[in-house]
C-alpha cells in the first residue's frame, strides 16, 4: 500500500512543519503554503493506517523503513488536477443572456422666436442591443464565457426629432462544437418546484408588489404608468383635472399601445413556444451567427401620437424590456477520432508522434487534463483530426479519476482509437502505481480485496491479460457513459510495442481474447436490437465491424506509425463517404419533398384560375344582358 506524506521545510529557516494527505484527499497545510524547499515522501507501508511524521530536517520516517523523497512539484501538480478536476478548461456552463432594454421616446415641442405652439419633435428611442454567439474555429473552451450577458440599451430620443441609436450588439465568441440549450430561469425551477411540492404561495400577482408596500392607489397607478409612458411634466395635472367636454386623447393612446403590445406579447410569446435548441457542428460555417437574446424595440416619441384632432400630444412611450434567456452551453469537440485509453498508456504520445501537436507527456498518471486535437497531414493534403482527452479507469462513471465527463469529446469522432499499454507483465494483473492510489476511499477497499486475489509474486497465469482487462474496462466505460457508443468504427493501437521482453507474448494473447470477446458482444448487441424491436437494416447499420484491427506501435520511437495513420485515414473516409451519402439522400429527399408542394401549389392554382368565380359569373351575366 501507498501512503504519502508531505514533509514542509520552510527554505532558510530550521522551521518545519508536516502535511499528512491520505491517498488523495489533502486534510490539512497548517496554514502555511508550500515552498521549493518542500518534499514528499512515499513509504511503501504495510497495513498500518495511522499517520506518520516526517523529520523534517533529517527527512526520515518514523518508524517506516525506505522511502524515497521526490521534489513536491509533482505530486503537487496532481493533486491539485484532482481536486481541480482539470477545470481550467471549462466545457460546460449556464449564462443568462439579456438583451438590452430599448432606448425611451422623448416628449419635446418645437421652439423658435414669434412661433407660440411649436409642432411636436420628440425622437424615438433606439433598440437595444442583442445578444449575440458567434461560432469561431480559434476558440477552444468555454473558459471566456461570462455567467450573464447583457447588451447595451437603445440610446433615448431627444428633441428637434434626434432619435437615438441602437444599443450596439454583444458578440460572444463561441467554439465550434458548442450545443447552446435553453434552460428554465431558477425562479421558475423554484417556482414549478414548490407547486410540485404543494409549497407555493398560489399565484402571487404581479401588482402585489405594490400592495405590499401599502401605496396608495393612485401612487401605484402612477407607478405602473411611468414604467410604459414617458409624461410630459404638466400633464398630470391636466390629465386628472380634464375641463368639461374635452376629449381625453391619452386614454385613446393607451388603448392603441395596449393593442400593440398584446400583439407583441402573441408573438414573443409564439416564439419561446420552443425552447431554443442550437448545435453549432462541423457543418456550420465559421462565423456564423446566431440571436440568442433579443433588444427592445425603442419607445415612440410624442409626434408619433399626432392625429388631426390633438396637435399637441404630451406623452411619448418607454422602450420595450429586452428577452432575457437561461442557456447552457456544451462544448463537445470535433475531431475524426479520438483516443481512448487509461492513464499512462501513451495516447499524448502517439498524438505527438503522428500529428503536429505538442501535448504534455510525463510518465504518471492523468498527465492530460485537457482534450487537446491533433491533425493528421497526409503527402496529398488530407488531414484527419485526432482527439486526446484525459485518461479513464475503472469507475470513472462515477467520477473516480477525472470522471468521464472528457467523453463528450469523443462523442463526435467518427472513430474510436484504444490506446491500450501492450507492456504489462505476461499473466500478472498490473500492481497500479498511481492510479488506483487517486481513487476515493469508497473504492479503496473493493481495489485491495482484488489486489489479493492475483499475488504477483508466485503466480504467472497464461490465460490473465493486463491489456484484454484494460480494453474491457475502457468498453465499459464508453458503454456506462452512452450506450452504444462503442459500436462506433474502432482500432485497438497496441502501444509499448518496442517493449520486447513482454510485448510479443502479451500481443499474442491480447489478440486472441479480443477478438473473441469483439464477436460475442456483436452478438450480444444484435440480440439486443431484436429484443429491443430495431429492424434488421437498422441494427446491421449500428453494428460494429465483423472484426478489430489491433496495430502494434511504438509511439516513443515511432515505429509502425505509416501503418497505423493509413488504416486510420481508411477507416475515417469510409466513414465520412458514409456520412455524405447519408446527406446527400437527405437532400435529395428534401429536393424532391418541395418539388412535389410546388407541383401542387401549381395545378391548385391552375385549377382554382379555370373555374369560373362568381363575380365573373355575374359579369358575364350583366354583359349579356346589357347585350340583350
Ligand atoms: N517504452 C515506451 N514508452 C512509451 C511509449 N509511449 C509512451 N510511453 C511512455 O509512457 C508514459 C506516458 O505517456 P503519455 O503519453 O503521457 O500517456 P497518456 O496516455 O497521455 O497519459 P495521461 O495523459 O495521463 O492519460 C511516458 O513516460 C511515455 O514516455 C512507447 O511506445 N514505448
Ligand atoms: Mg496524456
Known amino acids: 500500500m501507498y501512503k504519502i506524506l508531505v514533509g514542509h521545510v520552510v527554505q532558510g529557516s530550521r522551521d518545519h512543519s508536516i502535511r499528512k494527505t491520505s491517498f488523495y484527499t489533502c486534510t490539512t497545510s497548517l496554514g502555511r503554503s508550500f515552498h521549493s524547499g518542500s518534499w514528499v515522501a512515499r513509504a511503501q507501508d504495510s497495513d498500518d493506517n495511522t499517520p506518520r511524521v516526517v523529520d523534517g530536517w533529517e527527512r526520515t520516517i518514523d518508524g517506516l523503513p525506505d522511502y524515497t523523497a521526490e521534489p513536491r512539484g509533482r505530486a503537487k501538480g496532481v493533486e491539485w488536477k484532482l481536486r481541480a478536476k482539470g477545470r481550467n478548461f471549462v466545457d460546460f456552463c449556464r449564462i443568462k443572456v439579456s438583451g438590452g432594454q430599448g432606448g425611451d421616446g422623448c416628449v419635446s415641442f418645437h421652439r423658435e422666436k414669434f412661433v407660440a405652439f411649436g409642432q411636436p419633435n420628440g425622437g424615438n428611442g433606439g433598440r437595444g442591443g442583442n445578444v449575440i454567439f458567434e461560432a469561431s474555429s480559434n476558440e477552444t473552451s468555454l473558459q471566456h464565457i461570462p455567467h450573464t450577458a447583457s447588451a447595451p440599451r437603445g440610446v433615448h430620443g431627444k428633441g428637434s426629432l434626434m432619435h437615438g441609436h441602437a444599443g450596439k450588439d454583444l458578440i460572444i465568441k463561441i467554439p465550434m462544437g458548442t450545443i447552446i440549450r435553453e434552460v ?38 402612477d407607478r405602473e404608468m411611468s414604467k410604459r409612458w414617458v409624461l410630459y411634466p404638466r400633464l398630470a395635472n391636466s390629465l386628472t383635472a380634464l375641463p368639461e367636454g374635452k376629449v381625453n386623447y391619452f386614454e385613446e393612446a393607451q388603448a392603441w399601445v395596449a393593442e400593440e403590445d398584446r400583439i407583441v406579447e402573441a408573438r414573443r410569446a409564439a416564439m419561446s413556444q420552443k425552447p431554443l435548441l442550437l448545435d453549432v457542428n462541423e457543418f456550420t460555417d465559421d462565423k456564423t451567427q446566431f440571436l440568442v437574446g433579443r433588444g427592445g424595440g425603442g419607445g415612440y416619441g410624442n409626434p408619433h401620437f399626432l392625429t388631426t384632432q390633438n396637435r399637441a400630444p404630451k406623452y411619448a412611450t418607454r422602450g420595450r424590456e429586452g428577452q432575457t434567456r437561461w442557456l447552457t452551453l456544451e462544448l463537445k469537440t470535433i475531431a475524426d477520432a479520438g483516443l481512448v485509453g487509461l492513464p499512462n498508456a501513451g495516447k499524448s504520445t502517439f498524438l505527438q508522434a503522428v500529428s503536429n501537436a505538442h ?41 473516480v479519476g477525472l470522471g468521464h465527463s472528457f467523453l463528450r469529446h469523443v462523442e463526435r469522432s467518427k472513430v474510436l482509437v484504444y490506446v491500450i499499454d501492450i507492456a504489462a507483465e505476461f499473466g500478472v494483473k498490473r500492481q497500479v502505481k498511481g492510479v488506483d492510489d487517486w481513487t476515493p476511499d469508497e473504492d479503496f477497499e473493493e481495489q485491495e480485496s482484488q489486489k489479493q486475489e492475483v499475488d504477483p509474486t508466485t503466480t504467472v497465469n497464461a490465460e490473465y491479460s493486463q491489456p484484454f482487462e484494460d480494453w474491457k474496462t475502457l468498453l465499459d466505460e464508453l458503454e456506462a457513459y452512452q450506450p452504444g457508443l462503442t459500436r462506433r468504427p474502432s482500432m485497438i493501437i497496441a502501444n509499448k510495442a518496442d ?125 349579356s344582358s346589357s347585350e340583350e
Open 499 to 623: 517493449v520486447t521482453e513482454v510485448a510479443p507474448k502479451n500481443l499474442t494473447l491480447f489478440s486472441k481474447l479480443v477478438h473473441e470477446e469483439w464477436a460475442r458482444r456483436r452478438v450480444a448487441a444484435s440480440e439486443a436490437d431484436q429484443r429491443a424491436g430495431v429492424s434488421k437494416a437498422d441494427s446491421a447499420a449500428l453494428a460494429s465491424a465483423a472484426s478489430i484491427q489491433i496495430v502494434p506501435v511504438s509511439a516513443k520511437y515511432k515505429k509502425n506509425i505509416v501503418k497505423v495513420t493509413t488504416l486510420l485515414r481508411q477507416i475515417v473516409e469510409k466513414e465520412k463517404a458514409k456520412e455524405n451519402d447519408a446527406l446527400e439522400r437527405k437532400q435529395q429527399r428534401e429536393q424532391e419533398e418541395m418539388e412535389e408542394a410546388l407541383a401542387f401549389k401549381k395545378t391548385r392554382r391552375n385549377i382554382l384560375s379555370k373555374a369560373p368565380s362568381n363575380q365573373n359569373a355575374k359579369s358575364n351575366f350583366s354583359n
Open 359 to 399: 501535448p504534455a507527456i510525463a510518465p504518471y498518471p492523468f498527465t492530460t487534463l485537457n482534450p487537446y486535437i491533433g491533425t493528421v497531414d497526409f503527402s496529398d493534403s488530407y488531414q484527419v483530426k485526432v482527439a486526446d482527452i484525459p485518461g479513464l479507469i475503472r469507475g470513472a462513471h462515477r467520477n
Open 184 to 221: 428554465p430561469s431558477p425562479e421558475k425551477e423554484k417556482a414549478d418546484l414548490e407547486e410540485e411540492l404543494g409549497e407555493g404561495e398560489g399565484g402571487q400577482e404581479v401588482g402585489a408588489f405594490h400592495k405590499s408596500l401599502e401605496l396608495g392607489e393612485t401612487e401605484a397607478k
